[in-house]
């Protein structure tokens, strides 16, 4: 691999990068004097624009030796999930920029651009990332983007609270992640997924395998932090009801989508060496030294299928007693990681659990975008996230209160709406990829608990339309925000309907 | 005979097939835009679901004048257009349409009998509150009845029947505050779904069999020989191939769509509904999709027959529609509601038409739908047109004499009344009727559907002579003075008048186009065709019968002036028979002590198992959650988020940055993470040792 091949393997990044800093530069030396409206306007145009550049910059990536499977020593991957990942990336970041022209909780808007732009590129390199040190510097970066966006409401007293802690919080998990990096690399000698996932197979493997457990439940820590599994989710309810909307709804889907490639990642990486170590596994075994020794496979599968049922029963039952309907979000978020958790705690070879996973996420991502857009639009009007704040939507926009009706229900998983379809078929991957009991009970469960979870999504819905309104004035939006909004609401009908159209799409990479 | 042509082979669809979808789709969209319109804008609506099936009728001309031309050609087009619909991993459910002559046909006729009725509904219609919100509907049931047309799958075909259920629920309650129409409404809705639910039973098994529910997919589909070879040699339960199986299970689905024994009882009830519906969906559209769906399924009901032979489940077609054909007859002589009178006669000739494609194949029952789709809405319209030209009035009792108020309703009517009588040569029912006696004639398994039906056209001629005397000729019995319906109404009555008549060229033995169209054949004027053996008997036969019950009919009724109250002149010679069919042979009250009580009486068990057993353990486990997620919030907000309030409080005295950092929310926070992480660990250590 030479330069080059780097740099067109990071195009889109670099993309982005560049999009970044002009919109500082055309935010700070020319926009001085406009009318805050405008400015947020053109930043978000910008950063759109180089969202699409972004987009239009993967046909031109280089493939040369980088594509999946590659060499011994790949630090990115290029192409299959990963290209998959990036596009859902880059078009949730365009949505949750478009929420931004509305909204009033910073005159900063060029940093904020920068800021959500810089935390994007992250998430690309998380998608992409096959060693260890590009993994923990593209967490990083994503990670501090985040802190900062959550912060980004310098007047609101919430924001700053929630962001000291999510920052406290994150800064803690990943330390567990470089620690349990360090392990890692002790064992295999490489920082290459690659080569890791190799050496869990060496003769002498066996030896190490405490130190391989305690390597792995740290990685966890870090990567559950990311992804708000239980019992690394402390953090979840208070940024996402702190943060300013735009900014909660990129943690809520952006962050999440690279989060859960990044995971995927790891699963393809140690399904993909599978099959050339079977030998030396095999040989392992035989040996009869350390009998109970299962490589990699086996304890990660484990400590993901701990993390997917405490997330599914806490956020889904915590999420019962919630009233801020941010929190709720907040611990819906948790039970939808649950479900995705099982998928990757029970994943296959073939395309099919990744497909899955993928289809979950971006939907998910794409239906979360849409609720927190309308949480916003009402907060503006109301001054509030209460559940009681949507008391009455029906009457006081009934084109916001549809577009609700769509999202949520599509979150519980009613068909024809997207929702139903990303839960059959994760449900499904998890089902064809190991027939037994366990694998069946917790799917059990977990159709048991999204029934529960429509309670919830219900409660939100009950207020909008059957409970009397207390004011009846009109609520009334951007005409843009509106127009995401019901753009969103219209493709996760639409995507409902023709499933298909988007597996087709996941299966083409 | 002369052999099938050959199949086309599909490279592309061609353009009007690629097209085909937007036959449906227009309609429902303007069906979506009308009702988004206000009360108040009636042209708009009435416009929309006019123009809207006109641009359908225009594209099912051209979709047809392609079929004709391929076949013209010596070429039989069957083109299909399939998509992916679900994919889930490797097993995926394809949907898509179908453009060949029996598609074509069909959808030429509902949406030219559909415009007809469309336009006459403006004139019907035009003094109901509710105008857009019925246009709204019908223009819905359209859309989804030409999506039943052009299915190429039968889960497309599924959803659009089912959407085409919705619709007539909605259109036979469209007067809601009548009890009576609420009422039939459910009935109409359940009982079609106790068909559907076989229906739905045949789907399954036959895509858990053939793994497709696509009918042709060049070669793959479930219509096709391979296939259905697989499904001949799985066996079923009764001696039953798993073939003929699943083809009675679709055939129940079809059943109660159509009407047939036992399942008949929603479709006279139905009548509730304004009389441009009963004529659209239940004279010539909606209860023909039963026959339609049986049509498209033939190749599966079908499979297995050896040469001339007929198979068990298109031997239990022709009984079941033997005895609809019959036993609806019987009822349809000693009705007094003159649309009640239609109703069961459209029964009754489902019943042929089932009979037909059971034992003539697709080509005799599909014909006999045409041409009944024709007549019988023109003959339900003509009915309308009396009762809006006698202020709703419906007992045939009360009118008379209105040959000379109303003459051309009069005229379209007694047009419509003789086709379907099968008044012979000059009437289309005529023709197509005869083909299906031809049929039941040859049939090899039993004589007796062929007696049946002969009786049922006696009949047939009887109750409409009854219904005609009654209705327009001797004197006035009705309290209002008649008046002739507008141009908007009698316009689509006259063009329908004349297909009824018309319509019979295409069938003619001599010249039997449609047949061979459908057949895939090459048709030529041969008057050869008459000299069959026995068909010359057959036709003389058939018309002394017609003969006959016309006869007895106006011997019985014709310009006699009975008062209103007058018994009918059956009732005084057989008081108990008339008194029978009068109250439709009790199947009614037969179901209402069988089916209805057991429901009653299970609802009752289960009502008291519902608060007694289950409701406990419901409001147990409900308990459970409740105190769960209480608890989940009292950590959330007493020792995450209060300790964290402490920290703040603590941090606004102590102040400074730094200070918060090292307070006790900190503690709190990675503890519980540390903990997290230890555990995990320790359940890790734990099962690699088990």
């Keep these: ?509 | 005979m002369q052999e099938g042509m050959p199949l086309a082979p599909q490279l592309a669809a061609s353009p009007i097939a690629q097209m085909l979808w937007l036959i449906p789709a227009v309609p429902i969209v303007a069906a979506g835009i009308v009702a988004l319109v206000k009360q108040p804008r009636r042209k708009m609506a009435a416009g929309l679901a006019i123009g809207s099936l006109s641009f359908s009728l225009l594209l099912s001309l051209i979709a047809f004048a392609h079929v004709v031309a391929g076949w013209a050609h010596g070429v039989a087009v069957r083109e299909t257009v399939n998509f992916s619909w679900i994919e889930v991993g490797a097993a995926h459910v394809e949907l898509g349409w179908v453009l060949d002559p029996l598609s074509a046909v069909m959808l030429v006729m509902v949406t030219l009998v559909g415009l007809l009725i469309f336009i006459y509904s403006t004139g019907y219609m035009a003094h109901d509150e509710n105008f857009t919100r019925f246009f709204c509907f019908l223009s819905l049931f359209a859309g989804a009845m030409l999506g039943v047309v052009i299915s190429n799958s039968l889960l497309l075909l599924f959803m659009n029947w089912e959407l085409v259920g919705l619709t007539s629920y909605l259109l036979i309650g469209f007067w809601y505050q009548r009890p009576s129409a609420a009422a039939a409404a459910k009935k109409a809705f359940l009982t079609t779904r106790v068909g559907d639910v076989f229906f739905l039973l045949g789907m399954v098994w036959l895509f858990a069999q053939t793994g497709t529910l696509l009918f042709y997919d060049s070669g793959a589909g479930s219509m096709e020989p391979l296939a259905l070879g697989g499904l001949l040699v799985h066996p079923a339960a009764l001696g039953l191939t798993a073939a003929g199986a699943i083809g009675l299970l679709i055939f129940a689905g079809a059943a109660g769509k159509s009407g047939q024994l036992p399942l008949h009882v929603w479709l006279p009830d139905a009548m509730e509904g304004p009389t441009p519906v009963s004529a659209l969906i239940h004279a010539a559209t909606m209860v023909a999709a039963g026959v339609y769906l049986i049509a498209r399924v033939y190749p599966l009901m079908h499979a297995g027959a050896l040469a001339g032979g007929t198979t068990t489940a298109l031997t239990v077609v022709t009984w079941v529609g033997a005895s609809t054909a019959v036993f609806a007859a019987l009822i349809a002589v000693a009705q007094n509601d003159i649309k009640r009178i239609l109703a069961y006669s459209t029964v009754s000739q489902l019943g042929y038409m089932m009979a037909g494609l059971g034992m003539g194949g697709v080509a005799v029952g599909m014909f006999h739908l045409i041409t009944h789709a024709f007549f019988k809405a023109l003959l339900f319209m003509g009915a309308g047109s009396v009762i809006h030209g006698l202020h709703e009035e419906q007992d045939i009792r009360r009118m008379g004499g209105l040959k000379g108020a109303m003459p051309l309703t009069f005229l379209t009517y007694a047009v419509g009344m003789l086709a379907l009588s099968g008044f012979p040569l000059l009437f289309s029912g005529f023709w197509s009727k005869d083909a299906i006696l031809e049929a039941a004639q040859h049939w090899s398994v039993a004589k007796a559907p062929f007696y049946m039906l002969v009786f049922g056209a006696l009949l047939t001629a009887f109750y409409m002579t009854r219904q005609v005397s009654y209705v327009f000729f001797g004197k006035s019995r009705a309290n209002v003075d008649a008046h002739e319906s507008p141009a908007v109404m009698t316009m689509p009555l006259a063009i329908l008048a004349f297909f009824a008549v018309a319509l019979g060229v295409i069938g003619t033995p001599a010249w039997p186009w449609f047949r061979a169209f459908l057949e895939g054949r090459t048709a030529s004027v041969d008057f050869h065709g008459f000299s069959e053996p026995g068909l010359m008997t057959l036709m003389v036969t058939s018309s002394v019968v017609v003969f006959v019950g016309l006869g007895l009919g106006w011997l019985l009724y014709g310009n006699k002036s009975s008062s209103a109250e007058e018994p009918d002149v059956l009732e005084r010679a057989v008081p108990r028979l008339w008194a029978a069919l009068r109250d439709k042979l009790y199947v009614d009250e037969l179901y209402g002590a069988s089916v209805i009580a057991f429901y009653y009486w299970w609802a009752r068990v289960a009502d008291w198992l519902d608060r007694n057993v289950w409701g406990g353990a419901v409001a147990l486990i409900a308990y459970g959650f409740n105190g769960w997620a209480r608890l989940s919030r009292f950590l959330d907000t007493n020792i995450v988020d209060g300790s964290f309030d402490k920290g703040c409080e603590e941090l606004s005295t102590g102040g400074g940055l730094l200070a918060h950092v090292q307070n006790g929310r900190v503690q709190t926070y990675l503890r519980l993470l540390a903990l997290a992480v230890v555990v995990l660990a320790a359940i890790l250590f734990w099962s690699s040792r088990g």
Aim: aromatic residues 10%; hydrophobic residues 60%.
């Design chain 1, 1 to 509: 691999m030479n330069y080059l091949d780097l740099f067109r393997v990071t195009l889109p990044e670099t993309a982005l990068e560049v999009a970044a800093l002009v919109v500082l530069v055309v935010d700070l030396a020319f926009l001085r004097k406009a009318p805050l409206q405008a400015r947020a306007t053109v930043a978000a145009l910008l950063g759109v624009i180089g969202c699409g550049a972004s987009i239009l910059m993967m046909l031109f990536q280089s493939q040369n030796g980088l594509s999946y499977p590659g060499t011994g020593e790949l630090l990115l991957s290029v192409g299959g999930y990963t290209a998959v990942a990036q596009a859902g990336i880059l078009v949730l970041t365009v949505l949750t920029l478009f929420l931004l022209i509305d909204s009033n909780f910073t005159r900063h808007v060029g940093e904020y651009v920068a800021v959500v732009l810089m935390a994007a590129t992250g998430g690309l390199l998380i998608a992409a990332a096959q060693d260890l040190l590009v993994i923990f510097v593209a967490l990083e970066l994503l990670s501090l983007g985040l802190y900062i966006l959550t912060a980004f409401a310098k007047h609101s007293g919430k924001s700053a609270e929630s962001a000291m802690k999510y920052y406290l919080f994150g800064g803690m998990a990943t330390a567990f992640l470089l620690f349990g990096f360090s392990y890692l690399y002790g064992i295999a000698g490489s920082t290459s997924l690659h080569q890791i996932m190799l050496a869990m197979y060496r003769p002498d493997a066996a030896a190490t395998a405490p130190l391989l457990y305690v390597a792995l439940v740290m990685v966890a820590a870090g990567l559950g932090f990311k992804v708000a599994a239980v019992p690394f989710h402390l953090w979840a309810p208070d940024t996402y009801e702190g943060a300013p909307a735009p900014a909660a709804a990129f943690i809520a889907s952006v962050s999440k989508v690279a989060s859960f490639a990044l995971l995927i990642g790891i699963a393809t990486a140690a399904a993909h060496v599978f099959g050339d170590a079977q030998v030396a596994r095999v040989a392992v075994v035989a040996g009869g030294t350390h009998s109970g020794y299962r490589g990699f496979g086996a304890p990660w599968s484990a400590i993901l299928i701990a993390l997917a049922v405490s997330s599914m029963v806490l956020g889904n039952l915590a999420a019962l007693a919630q009233t801020s309907v941010r929190r709720l979000l907040a611990y819906s978020a948790m039970a939808h990681a649950g479900y995705i958790l099982l998928a990757l705690a029970f994943f296959s070879y073939s395309a099919e659990s990744t497909n899955a996973i993928l289809y979950y996420i971006l939907t998910y991502g794409l239906t979360t975008i849409g609720a927190f857009g309308v949480v916003a639009v009402v907060e503006r009007a109301t001054g509030s996230d209460k559940m009681d704040a949507f008391l009455g939507l029906h009457k006081r926009s009934p084109i916001l209160a549809d577009v609700l009706f769509v999202l949520l229900l599509s979150l519980a998983g009613i068909p024809p709406l997207v929702g139903f379809w990303a839960k059959f078929n994760l449900f499904v991957a998890v089902l064809r990829v190991s027939a037994g009991v366990v694998p069946f009970a917790l799917v059990a469960l977990a159709v048991a608990l999204s029934a529960v979870s429509l309670y919830y999504y219900l409660q939100v819905l009950k207020r909008a339309y059957v409970m009397p309104a207390v004011d009846d004035t009109p609520i009334v939006a951007h005409p843009v925000t509106m127009g995401v909004l019901i753009l969103i609401a219209a493709s996760v009908l639409a995507l409902g309907c023709f499933p298909a159209l988007l597996q087709g799409w996941l299966a083409g990479f």
